[in-house]
Nanobody, 122 residues
Framework: QVQLVDSGGGLVQAGGSLRLSCVAS????????MGWFRQAPGKEREFVAAINWSGGITWYADSVKGRFSISRDNAKNTVYLQMNSLKPEDTAVYYC???????????????WGQGTQVTVSS
C-alpha cells in the first residue's frame, strides 16, 4: 500500500507557471506508475499526465501537451507536474495517483492523493 500527499497548488495568473509535487510513502515507490488527474467544479475527474516506473515513458492529455511536464525522482519518492502557460480552463483540483499497472494509471489508479487546488485567473 502507498499513501500520497499532493502539494504545490495555488492562485496564478493566466500564462503563469506552477509545479505540483506528490510525495509517496513506502519503500516500493519505484514500482508504481504515477499519474495526475484534475477535477473542475461540476465536471468529472479527467486524466492529465502519467509516467511509468522508471520515468522513461510519459503520457499526456491532448489539452496539456506542450504545456505540462511530468517527472519523478525515485530517490525522493516524489512525482512532479510542471505546469506552464496556464489557462483559466486549467482551474481544478489536481490529484496524483499511483498504480502498479500502467494500463490503469491513465484511467483509475488504485491509490489517490488528497488533491491540491489550482486556480488560474484571467
Amino acid at each position: 500500500q502507498v499513501q500520497l500527499v499532493d502539494s504545490g497548488g495555488g492562485l496564478v495568473q493566466a500564462g503563469g507557471s506552477l509545479r505540483l509535487s506528490c510525495v509517496a510513502s513506502g519503500r516500493t515507490f519505484r514500482v508504481y506508475a504515477m499519474g495526475w488527474f484534475r477535477q473542475a467544479p461540476g465536471k468529472e475527474r479527467e486524466f492529465v499526465a502519467a509516467i511509468n516506473w522508471s520515468g522513461g515513458i510519459t503520457w499526456y492529455a491532448d489539452s496539456v501537451k506542450g504545456r505540462f511536464s511530468i517527472s519523478r525522482d525515485n530517490a525522493k519518492n516524489t512525482v512532479y507536474l510542471q505546469m506552464n502557460s496556464l489557462k483559466p480552463e486549467d482551474t481544478a483540483v489536481y490529484y496524483c495517483g499511483a498504480d502498479v499497472d500502467e494500463r490503469t494509471i491513465k484511467v483509475a489508479p488504485r491509490y489517490w492523493g488528497q488533491g491540491t487546488q489550482v486556480t488560474v485567473s484571467s
